[in-house]
C-alpha cells in the first residue's frame, strides 16, 4: 500500500524557518508528483505548490513566491517542504500528497500531516 | 485566482438521504474538478476527479456533474460514514484552489 510519512510537529518563533518532511514507499518515487497543501485548525485546505522529484520542476502559488522551496532526494525517496520567514499566520497542519500517474493532480494519497506551530 | 464558491456551507441530513453539494467557480474551469472528503483528524481523500470521474475504490452512491463554472456532487443514500467536510478543487488555472468546504452534518 502507497504510504507517504510526514516528519513530527515543529514549534517555530516568527520569522524561522522550519522544513517537513514527506517520506514516499510502496511505489517508485520518481514516477509521480508531490503536492503540499496546508490547513490551518478549523479551516479549509490551502494548495502550496507542487514538484517532480525526477525533473525537480517545481511550481508554488504565488503566495508563497520568494519564501517557499521544494526539494526531494531520490536516493531515501523522501520529499521536502521548506517555508521560511514564518507568521502566526502559518500556523497549520501541512499536508504532503501524491499526484496521479495520468491526472497529475488528482491527489490520491496522502500523508497523516505535520502541525507546524509559530508562536513567540 | 479561480475563486471555488461552495455551498451550503453545512447540510444536515439524516442517514439514507441524498446529499446534494454545490461548487461554483468564478470562472469556467472545463471539467477540470475535483471532489475530496475530509473527516476529523484525517488527511482529505479524493473522490472524484474531472467533474463526473469516481477515484479507485470510491463507492457508487457518489457521483459528480458539471462543466463550466457549476459542479454538483451527489451522495445517494448518506451511510454512517459519509457524515464529513467536502472540498472542490479545481486543476484549470494556477494557483489549484480549494472551494472552502460544506460539512455533511447529521440531522
Known amino acids: 500500500q502507497v504510504q507517504l510519512a510526514q516528519s513530527g510537529a515543529e514549534v517555530r518563533r516568527p520569522g524561522a524557518s522550519v522544513k517537513v518532511s514527506c517520506k514516499a514507499s510502496?511505489?517508485?518515487?520518481?514516477?509521480?508528483?508531490i503536492h503540499w497543501v496546508r490547513q490551518a485548525t478549523g479551516q479549509g485546505l490551502e494548495w502550496m505548490g507542487w514538484?517532480?522529484?525526477?525533473?525537480?520542476?517545481?511550481g508554488y502559488a504565488q503566495k508563497f513566491q520568494g519564501r517557499i522551496f521544494m526539494t526531494a532526494d531520490t536516493s531515501i525517496n523522501t520529499a521536502y517542504l521548506e517555508l521560511s520567514g514564518l507568521t502566526s499566520d502559518d500556523t497549520a497542519v501541512y499536508y504532503c500528497?501524491?499526484?496521479?500517474?495520468?491526472?497529475?493532480?488528482?491527489?490520491?494519497?496522502w500523508g497523516q500531516g505535520t502541525l507546524v506551530t509559530v508562536s513567540s | 485566482e479561480v475563486v471555488l464558491t461552495q455551498s451550503p456551507a453545512t447540510l444536515s441530513l439524516s442517514p439514507g438521504e441524498r446529499a446534494t453539494l454545490s461548487c461554483r467557480a468564478s470562472?469556467?474551469?472545463?471539467?477540470?474538478l475535483a471532489w475530496y472528503q475530509q473527516k476529523p483528524g484525517q488527511a482529505p481523500r479524493l473522490l472524484i476527479y474531472?467533474?463526473?470521474n469516481r477515484a479507485t475504490d470510491i463507492p457508487a452512491r457518489f457521483s459528480g456533474s458539471g462543466s463550466g463554472t457549476d459542479f454538483t456532487l451527489t451522495i445517494n443514500n448518506l451511510e454512517p460514514e459519509d457524515f464529513a467536510v467536502y472540498y472542490c478543487?479545481?486543476?484549470?488555472?494556477?494557483?489549484?484552489?480549494f472551494g472552502q468546504g460544506t460539512k455533511v452534518e447529521v440531522k
Open positions: 500528497a501524491r499526484g496521479g500517474l495520468v491526472v497529475r493532480e488528482n491527489l490520491d494519497f
Open positions: 510502496q511505489y517508485t518515487f520518481t514516477g509521480y508528483d
Open positions: 514538484m517532480n522529484p525526477k525533473s525537480r520542476n517545481t
Open positions: 470562472q469556467s474551469v472545463g471539467n477540470y
Open positions: 474531472d467533474a463526473s
Open positions: 478543487q479545481q486543476r484549470s488555472d494556477w494557483p489549484r484552489t
